[in-house]
């Protein structure tokens, strides 16, 4: 199994910066993606931002010029840096990661999140 912890939630003001990290551990084989979605309350789930083996980083455009994804792969880390954040950000921020393990291939979720950004 692959399991996913994220960490760097919390409340911050309006304006201001969050960095979240999702480490990935188990019998890793190879990651083709890990991302980051996000769900506010009453809201459907959308993606944030997605990193894969190849090409560059997509963003949803709510967020393009104030987050920035990043990728460790040594350390199987993905990271989200928000900058200029907005109380429409507030959302239980989810980590996800596809690859193999073994030979098997994987769909891994975090449990994610909190970010509250206050206004």
């Known amino acids: 199994q692959v399991q996913l912890v994220e960490s760097g939630g919390g409340l911050v003001q309006a304006g201001g910066s969050l960095k979240l990290s999702c480490v990935a551990s188990?019998?890793?084989?190879?990651?083709?993606?890990m991302a980051w979605y996000r769900q506010a309350h009453g809201k459907q789930r959308e993606l944030v931002a997605r990193i894969i083996s190849s090409g560059r980083p997509d963003y949803a455009d709510s967020v393009k010029g104030r987050f920035t994804i990043s990728r460790d792969s040594a350390k199987n880390t993905v990271y989200l840096q928000m900058n200029s954040l907005k109380p429409e950000d507030t959302a239980v921020y989810c980590c996800?990661?596809?690859?193999?393990?073994?030979?098997?291939?994987?769909?891994?979720w975090g449990q994610g999140t909190q970010v509250t950004v206050s206004s």
């Open positions: 188990g019998n890793i084989s190879s990651i083709n993606a």
């Open positions: 996800n990661t596809q690859g193999w393990y073994a030979l098997n291939p994987f769909d891994s």
